[in-house]
C-alpha cells in the first residue's frame, strides 16, 4: 500500500499563484509515476501534470502555467500552478502509478485530495 498526502490548497484570486505538495510513504518507490488530477463539481476527474520515468506530462488547459516537480527522494511531488483562472477551481488529487497516465481508472493509489478556489 502507498499513503499520498497533498496539501498546499486553498482559496486565491485570478492571476495569483500556489503551490501543492503531495508526499507519499508506505511501500512507495522512486521508479512509480506520480501524478495530479482535479475535479470539478459535477465533473469528471481528469489529468493535469504527471511526471515519470517518461519525463513530465500536461494537460492542453494548464501547459505554460503549471509545473510539476519531484524531490530527490523520489516521495514527494510538488505542483507549481501560476497565472490560476476560475476555471482551475476543483479538488486536486495526487496519484501513483507505474507509469503516467491520463486515465484514473487504472490507478489504485490515491490521497483525499485539496481544494483549489479561485474567484474571479
Known amino acids: 500500500q502507498v499513503q499520498l498526502t497533498e496539501s498546499g490548497g486553498g482559496l486565491v484570486q485570478a492571476g495569483d499563484s500556489l503551490r501543492l505538495s503531495c508526499a507519499a510513504s508506505?511501500?512507495?518507490?522512486?521508479?512509480?509515476?506520480m501524478m495530479w488530477f482535479r475535479q470539478a463539481p459535477g465533473q469528471e476527474r481528469k489529468f493535469v501534470a504527471g511526471?515519470?520515468?517518461?519525463?513530465?506530462h500536461y494537460a492542453d488547459s494548464v501547459q505554460g502555467r503549471f509545473t510539476i516537480s519531484r524531490d530527490s527522494t523520489g516521495n514527494t511531488v510538488s505542483l507549481q500552478m501560476d497565472s490560476l483562472k476560475p476555471e482551475d477551481t476543483a479538488v486536486y488529487y495526487c496519484?501513483?502509478?507505474?507509469?503516467?497516465?491520463?486515465?484514473?481508472?487504472?490507478?489504485?493509489?490515491w490521497g483525499r485530495g485539496t481544494q483549489v478556489t479561485v474567484s474571479s
Open positions: 496519484a501513483v502509478g507505474t507509469i503516467v497516465t491520463a486515465q484514473p481508472r487504472h490507478l489504485n493509489y
Open positions: 508506505g511501500r512507495m518507490h522512486v521508479s512509480y509515476a
Open positions: 511526471v515519470g520515468r517518461s519525463g513530465t
